[in-house]
Structures are given as C-alpha cells and as structure tokens.
C-alpha cells in the first residue's frame, strides 16, 4: 500500500515543493540571513552564545563543520547533531538522550525555525544557528556562512588558524563557488530531483561538463587556487565526499564515479586527509541519509552496504603540483 498522506511542514519532500513547473528542482531560498558582524542590525560575534545545528548527511551543514575545526572555533560555537534520517516532522534529535537536544531542549529543528517565525511553513533545513539565549534560528544562510566564520568570527580563530579567504582572492572565489554551486553542488540535486526527462538530461550534461573542467583545472594545481587549502575547496570538497557514496547511484549521476577521474579523486583524498575534513566526514551518515529518509532516493529506507571507502586513505601524490607540499593552508 503506498503512503499518500501529506508530509508535515518540517519534512516537505524536495520533489514535492522546490519544482520549477517544468520538471527541474528550484531549491528553496533562505528565511534566516541576516549576517554576522558588528553593524546596525548584525549578528554579534559571541563565544558560547550559538549552537550550529548540523546533519552529517548534508553538504551545505558540513561545510560549516569543516571550517569551524579548521579555524579552531569548537570552543566558541557548540554544535548539535541531528538524525541523519529525517522522518515525517523533519530533523530530530533522536540520537540525543531522550530524543532532546542537550543544549535547546527541542526534539525537532523545527521547533527552533517555529520559536524565530510562528508562521514558517518550508523545510527546516540544515545548517541552522541557533541563539542559545532564545531558542531561536537566526540564520540558515549556509551560501555565506562559512566566509563569516572566515571573517567576522575571525577575533575569536585559534592563533595559528589558516586564512581560508585571503582578501585579495575573494572575488575569484566567490565567482568560482556560485558556478560550483549551480553546476555541481547543486547540480547533482538538479538530477537527483529532476521530474522531467529534459530537465534531468541537461543537468546531467552541465554537472559532468563541469567535473570535466574541475578535472583539468586540477591537472596543474595542487587545490582549486594553487598551493593552499580556500574556502571553495571546502565547498567542492563536500560534493565529491558524497559522490560515490550517494549520488552516482541515487541521483542518477552515472556517466563516472568519482574514483574514476584521475586528478579529482587525488585531490578529494589529498583533502581529506587534511585535519578538519576528514574528522567530519561520515560516509554511513551519508547514506543512511540518503537512502534511509523518506522521500529523498528511496520508498524503502534500504541502506547501501557500499561503495569501499578505504581507498581515502590511500596515498594521493598531489604534493608534488606544491611549492610549499607539507603547508596545505596559507597562514595569515
């Protein structure tokens, strides 16, 4: 008997609401964005006064958590990890004790999104801050997020942090990550959610066009801007970590996995063997996610019991394309 009743708000299913009319996936925009810093209006930059909210199947939300270790801000901002396997209300706490996070008392993400706007009716989506103080998300602002960790958290950085978004660079990044964003990020979404033929068959054709390129880019260069780490590694890296194990076989991404490209698959390991990306990254998540939530690939919730994930530990050679090759991050 198929389930047809209707999802609840916190768990609204991507194929169901973030469609543009013609068979393609239009992500649904962000409630919260308000930034952090210290202007009029602004959110302030206090230690132990937010909680990012972090699913460790989701790229956007793993971004951040791979930038708050490297930057060394565990301290100053507490995470809370919610169920990788979203169910009917949407995001739960269910890995928590008591089903309860620690720290906002709420079972559901949702019940943080509702305390900030009574009448929010989208998806609850991850990453979310949370203010401890009130209970309420202040920004699911996942595009700029990790650039304000960069940046207007920096008094608050370990001593040694690395400059992620060197100033000089930023113009170059930002225009690299919002194609990084569109074609590939996104891109293997606009697959994986796609309803129609045609708007499945050209994201196909941009998403490989774009690793295609990514691939000869990464020929000649150690990382995507030569010889250190930036925050648009951080922003490719997370798309190619779910690769093999989520969207070549559940988008439907199958000209090539990522194993097969030369240069790619060097650079996804050289990277997570780098402190901060590989610590955060959690391949059964991934496809308990994936596979195990309703309404994202599967009507089943059957968890793949592969792809071999050992090969990331295997050795990647990409120092040789360095000047500087036991130095991955630029140092202020």
């Known amino acids: 008997m198929t389930d047809t009743a209707a999802p609840a708000p ?28 210290d202007g009029p209006g602004e959110l302030p930059v206090e230690a132990g006064r937010y909680r990012l909210i972090a699913a460790l199947i989701c790229p956007w939300a793993h971004r951040q958590l791979i930038v708050r270790e490297v930057l060394g801000l565990q301290d100053a901002i507490s ?23 620690p720290v906002l008392g709420i079972e559901f993400l949702m019940d943080a999104y509702r305390a900030a706007d009574p009448d929010y009716d989208r998806r609850a989506t991850v990453p979310a801050v949370v203010d ?6 202040v920004t699911n602002d996942y595009h700029h997020l990790s650039t304000q960790f960069e940046t207007a958290w920096r008094p608050l950085h370990a001593p040694d942090a690395p400059d992620l978004y060197p100033e000089e660079l930023r113009g170059e990044i930002d225009a690299l990550s919002t194609w990084l964003f569109d074609t590939v990020n996104n891109g293997v ?19 490989f066009a774009g690793l295609d390129e990514l691939e000869e ?102 120092e040789t394309l360095s000047a500087t090759p036991q130095e ?4 202020r």
């Open 217 to 318: 880019r990464l020929a000649t260069r150690r990382f995507l801007f030569g010889d250190h780490i930036t925050d648009a590694d951080v922003r490719l890296y997370v798309t190619l970590a779910r690769f093999d194990a989520a969207y070549y076989g559940g988008f439907k991404a199958y000209r090539q996995r990522l194993v097969d490209f030369e240069h790619l698959w060097a650079y996804a390991r050289d990277l997570y063997q780098t402190p901060g990306f590989g610590s955060t990254t959690d391949f059964q998540a991934i496809k308990e996610g994936y596979f195990g939530s309703k309404g994202v690939t599967s009507a089943y919730g059957i968890i793949p019991k592969g792809p071999d994930q050992s090969g990331w530990d295997a050795p990647h050679g990409r």
């Open 10 to 37: 916190g768990q609204i299913p991507e194929t169901t609401s973030e469609t543009d009319g013609k068979g393609g996936f239009s992500r649904q925009t962000n409630a919260f964005t308000t930034p952090f810093g």
């Open 328 to 331: 991955r991050f630029r140092r």
């Open 132 to 137: 401890v103080t009130t209970g309420k998300v």
């Open 79 to 101: 995470v809370g990890i919610v169920n990788p396997r979203r169910d009917d209300r949407g995001w739960n706490f269910s890995l928590d004790e008591g089903g309860v996070d």
């Open 189 to 207: 979404y606009k697959c994986g959610f796609a309803t129609g033929q045609e708007a499945y068959d050209a994201a196909y054709d941009a998403l």
